[in-house]
């Protein structure tokens, strides 16, 4: 089984920042996954992918809405993966998650659809006030 939790998030006002953490837990996390991703769910919209970092090559993904604000990192000795969000804006604000998958190659870590993330955190609220 795999665990994954979140933390990190709160209330900022626009121009802040703020870094999430997901900790991953698991024997089959630490040997089978290798692609983690952030994604975010605002009241009354859908799900969307934000970030993703493939395991062994650091690969990274943004979407374009957060490039060049975002970054998302790894320890992988930590079995954690953050993401640090600066320049925050109002319509960042959402719930956020963490998920993780395995996938053939960094490409698809990249590319995949949230429906092949087999495992997901609870979530951390961000609030961003104008």
């Known amino acids: 089984q795999v665990q994954l939790s979140e933390s990190g998030g709160g209330s900022v006002q626009a121009g802040g920042s703020l870094r999430l953490s997901c900790e991953a837990h698991?024997?089959?996390?630490?040997?089978?996954?290798?692609?983690m991703g952030w994604f975010r769910q605002a009241p009354g919209k859908e799900r969307e992918g934000v970030a993703s970092?493939?395991?062994?090559?650091?690969?990274?993904y943004y979407a374009d809405s957060v490039k060049g604000r975002f970054t998302i990192s790894q320890v992988n000795t930590e079995n954690t993966v953050y993401l640090q969000m600066n320049s925050l804006k109002p319509e960042d604000t959402a719930m956020y998650y963490c998920?993780?998958?395995?996938?053939?190659?960094?490409?698809?870590?990249?590319?995949?659809?949230?429906?092949?993330?087999?495992?997901w955190g609870q979530g951390t609220q961000v609030t961003v006030s104008s």
């Open positions: 970092i493939y395991r062994y090559g650091h690969n990274t």
């Open positions: 698991g024997y089959e996390y630490t040997y089978g996954m290798n692609c």
């Open positions: 998920a993780t998958a395995y996938f053939g190659d960094s490409a698809a870590c990249q590319t995949s659809s949230q429906r092949d993330f087999g495992y």
